[in-house]
């Protein structure tokens, strides 16, 4: 990004993260230096905003630099799609989990964060459409997914990461384990076809996720057109999901109980509408979703790996 003549927008979401160590627009932009001259500022004001500003305004930009959380993200990234601007995505991570920034190895102090936009190559990277959605790295269902968005914001704010784990695990884990129950899918995937009763699902571009559950590194690349695919069925206790988190850590997919595949192309139908989280945020209940993987939809500043093609 070290050319002068690039225009640069900023979306800045204050509400993100943690309020103690969330970064003011100032101190941000301030870390862009020269850069700072050809930066415009623009803040969020309520959920969905980021993704309105970047497809209204993102075709103006050369850079499209998303501050806030791996929602703000989404958003960003999905108004870009929507609107059809090829802007390079730069993000400063201060959400309450930064999964995503975590997983590309975008560093999550600020200062860091700004010097990868500024000196790092644009990545390609690959973005799932999720019927008229987009989402950059994890989508899922069952037991769970009302974590992120039944936690309040302002819980977020103070606590960060340890707000889902106090909603999740000492607020809602034993009614959800008391209403476990498997949901009819018939899951169409690159050619193929499974129907079975699942509890848990998720359609993923991430080597880890909120620390639940990692991937082998040679099974993950960013841009290689596929998604990892992870389902879980048969389980004859509530109590058994945590030896199957336990399996799913050390990788041990046995196909009965835990089904491990990758596909570019899936289609989800439900016996009834099913919630899910997209990057995080809740979709709202679907009974049918389609969700389709764009290899090098977005390109997005972080450093090089090898989990890149």
């Given at each position: 990004?070290?050319?002068?003549e690039k225009?640069i927008?900023?979306i800045?979401n204050p509400?993100?993260g943690?309020?103690?160590?969330r970064?003011k ?8 230096g020269?850069?700072a001259?050809k930066?415009?500022?623009m803040?969020t004001?309520?959920?969905?905003h980021a993704g309105e500003?970047?497809?209204?305004f993102?075709?103006?930009?050369d850079?499209v630099v ?7 993200l989404n958003?960003v ?5 929507r609107a059809?601007?090829?802007a390079d995505?730069?993000y400063?991570?201060?959400?309450s989990t ?5 997983n590309?190895?975008?560093p999550t102090k600020?200062?860091?964060?700004v010097?990868?936009?500024?000196t790092s ?8 459409d999720f019927n008229d ?8 269902f069952g037991?769970?997914v009302?974590v ?6 302002r819980?977020?704010n103070?606590?960060?990461?340890s707000?889902?784990m ?6 809602q884990?034993?009614?959800t384990m008391k209403?476990?129950k ?5 899951v169409?995937y690159?050619?193929n076809v499974l ?7 998720t359609?993923?571009?991430t080597l880890?996720?909120?620390g639940?559950?990692?991937f082998?590194?040679?099974?993950v ?8 695919v992870v ?8 109590f058994?999901?945590f030896?199957?988190?336990k399996k799913?850590r050390r990788?041990?997919y046995?196909?009965?109980t ?7 192309k899936?289609r ?10 997209l990057d995080?945020e809740c979709s709202?209940p679907?009974?049918?979703?389609q969700?389709d ?6 390109r997005i500043?972080c ?6 093609l």
């Amino acid at each position: 990004m070290a050319a002068q003549e690039k225009k640069i927008l900023m979306i800045y979401n204050p509400r993100a993260g943690m309020t103690v160590r969330r970064p003011k627009a100032g101190e941000i932009l301030r870390e862009f230096g020269s850069d700072a001259e050809k930066t415009d500022v623009m803040a969020t004001a309520y959920p969905g905003h980021a993704g309105e500003l970047a497809a209204r305004f993102g075709k103006d930009y050369d850079t499209v630099v998303c501050c806030g959380g791996d929602g703000t993200l989404n958003e960003v990234v999905s108004g870009l799609r929507r609107a059809g601007a090829a802007a390079d995505v730069g993000y400063i991570p201060f959400g309450s989990t930064n999964d995503f920034a975590s997983n590309v190895g975008i560093p999550t102090k600020m200062p860091d964060a700004v010097r990868t936009v500024r000196t790092s190559e644009a990545r390609a990277c690959d973005v799932a459409d999720f019927n008229d959605r987009s989402f950059t790295y994890i989508a899922s269902f069952g037991p769970g997914v009302s974590v992120s968005y039944s936690t309040p914001q302002r819980v977020k704010n103070v606590l960060g990461y340890s707000a889902y784990m106090l909603n999740g695990f000492g607020l809602q884990l034993i009614p959800t384990m008391k209403a476990l129950k498997p949901k009819h899918i018939r899951v169409e995937y690159d050619g193929n076809v499974l129907e079975d009763d699942f509890y848990f699902g998720t359609v993923s571009n991430t080597l880890s996720a909120a620390g639940m559950f990692k991937f082998r590194k040679d099974e993950v690349r960013f841009n290689d057109g596929k998604f990892e695919v992870v389902l879980i069925r048969k389980v004859r206790t509530p109590f058994q999901i945590f030896s199957l988190l336990k399996k799913m850590r050390r990788h041990e997919y046995d196909g009965e109980t835990l089904v491990h595949f990758q596909a570019s192309k899936l289609r989800f139908t439900f016996e009834k509408p099913e919630s899910w989280t997209l990057d995080g945020e809740c979709s709202g209940p679907v009974d049918q979703v389609q969700i389709d993987v764009k290899n090098n939809a977005v390109r997005i500043f972080c450093p090089d790996s090898e989990y890149f093609l």
